[in-house]
């Protein structure tokens, strides 16, 4: 355990609902990323948080998806009208800035299943 | 565009044996590697790190060696074990550290 929290684990739903993760990270850090990994394939960045601030949006985002983190702790990304290319594992890392190393500690996931 | 390539893609060995895992990126600009483990439906573990002004880390069973100008990482696994099973994730962070990730290199290690 990284000590970086997601909810739900499992998600199933169906096309054209939208859906909402939850992340928490390890509690002094202060950058939050997400990254999408389908199967077979390594992840992929998606959006990245310093406090409260998003500082970066990969091209992956589409309109459908927005990310908040608006005290600076949790972060939320939510899909609108899922589609099946949507199924995936959504990873959540944190890291402390100032930290040399900027290692990152990933969270257990959230897997999306759109039927 | 930074692009990160794990060899092989799938690997089976005997139990006991010394294995080596490659990774390869074509932007030397790097601020670290890092080196993940991810078992089947999990999220990611961290093996090891290497900054940038690093040439290699270990912990345990496991060396993970960086050479920059070339654009190469290696992890080294001493005297495998079934638990070694698993798929191996290398990833390379840039400026604002996001993660640019192979495509991992799945080993089972046969008992």
């Known amino acids: 355990d990284t000590g970086v929290s997601q909810n739900p684990r499992h998600k199933i739903t169906k096309r054209g609902q939208n859906v909402t993760f939850r992340c928490d990270p390890i509690?002094?850090?202060?950058?939050l990323y997400w990254y999408r990994q389908t199967l077979g394939q390594g992840p992929e960045f998606l959006t990245y948080?310093?406090?409260?601030?998003?500082?970066?949006k990969s091209r992956l985002l589409s309109d459908r998806f927005s990310a908040e983190r608006p005290k600076g702790s949790f972060s939320t990304l939510e899909i609108q009208r899922t589609e099946q290319g949507d199924s995936a594992m959504y990873l959540c890392?944190?890291?402390?800035?100032?930290?040399?190393?900027?290692?990152?500690?990933f969270g257990p996931g959230t897997r999306l299943t759109v039927t | 565009k930074q692009e990160v390539t794990q060899i092989p893609a799938a690997l089976s060995v005997p139990e006991g044996e010394n294995l080596v895992l490659n990774c390869s990126f074509t932007?030397?600009?790097?601020?670290?590697l890092q080196w993940f483990r991810q078992d089947p439906g999990k999220g990611l573990t961290s093996l090891l790190l290497i900054q940038s002004s690093q040439r290699e880390q270990t912990s345990g069973r496991l060396n993970a060696s960086l050479d920059k100008s070339s654009g190469r990482s290696t992890l080294y696994i001493a005297a495998s074990q079934p638990g070694d099973s698993a798929t191996y994730l290398c990833?390379?962070?840039?400026?604002?550290?996001?993660?640019?990730f192979g495509t991992g290199t799945l080993l089972a290690v046969q008992p």
């Open positions: 948080f310093q406090n409260e601030a998003q500082l970066e």
């Open positions: 890392a944190s890291s402390r800035l100032g930290d040399a190393s900027y290692e990152q500690y």
């Open positions: 990833a390379v962070g840039g400026a604002t550290n996001k993660l640019i």
């Open positions: 932007d030397s600009a790097i601020y670290n």
């Open positions: 509690s002094e850090h202060n950058r």
